[in-house]
């Protein structure tokens, strides 16, 4: 348990010369506060929409664990979110996040009527995407009704998480150029 703020830091420290947290927790100072920034503190590569006809940087956390990459495939946005694999998310977790993922558009953004008793129905949608050449298993879930899909896979120590109304095929690659995306602020419209 942490006594003091100087036991953060402590934890927190940087490595001598590195962007790279030692250990613990990074301190709220040292946090990216935009995308490009985050992307330096990634310690894994992450991938992005290949058939994409534009790309954008998306979300990030604040310490680089994980890292979206945005584009439009079929005139509809493609979400690919990459997280460091984390033991402590069980499938039900990354099933249940992904239902939330699902859930606020669905809802807040639809803008369906919603009159009470409101039910939802969650439908499996498992798919097999092209990731580097390969194709690989996604564990997916829509509601049923709707076009929006959310898919998972777990390759080479991380999570794949793609959010989408696409029903193109999708091809995703790791991101070499992301020195080149504009950041979420200057997405295209």
Same mark, same amino acid.
């Given at each position: 348990?942490?006594?003091?703020? @100087?036991?953060? +830091? ?10 790279? !947290? ?11 506060? *935009?995308?490009?920034?985050? !992307?330096? $503190? =990634?310690? $894994? ?7 994409? @006809?534009?790309?954008? #940087? ?22 690919? %979110?990459?997280?460091?694999?984390? %033991?402590?998310? @069980?499938?039900? $977790? ?30 499996? *949608? ?6 580097? #050449? ?5 564990? #997916?879930? +829509? ?9 998972? =896979?777990?390759l080479g120590g991380v999570i794949i998480k793609i959010?989408?109304? @696409? ?9 070499? *150029? ?12």
């Open positions: 348990m942490l006594r003091r703020e @100087s036991d953060l +830091h402590e934890r927190c420290a940087l490595a001598p010369g590195s962007r790279t !947290v030692q250990s613990g927790l990074m301190p709220h100072d040292a946090q990216p506060t *935009d995308w490009h920034n985050a !992307v330096s $503190f =990634a310690t $894994f590569a992450f991938y992005e929409p290949a058939n994409a @006809s534009e790309r954008w #940087g998306g979300g990030f956390s604040g310490d680089g664990s994980s890292i979206e990459v945005l584009g439009t495939v079929g005139g509809d946005e493609v979400l690919v %979110r990459t997280s460091r694999s984390r %033991r402590d998310w @069980s499938d039900d $977790f990354q099933l249940r996040a992904a239902f939330m993922e699902l859930m606020w558009p669905f809802v807040m953004e639809d803008l369906v009527d919603v009159n009470l008793p409101y039910s939802v129905t969650f439908e499996s *949608d498992d798919r097999v995407l092209t990731v580097g #050449g390969e194709s690989h298993a996604f564990t #997916g879930v +829509h509601i049923k009704g709707d076009q929006r899909w959310v898919g998972m =896979a777990e959010a989408t109304t @696409s029903e193109e095929p999708l091809t995703l690659r790791i991101c070499t *150029d992301p020195a080149a995306l504009p950041d979420h602020q200057a997405a295209p419209t």
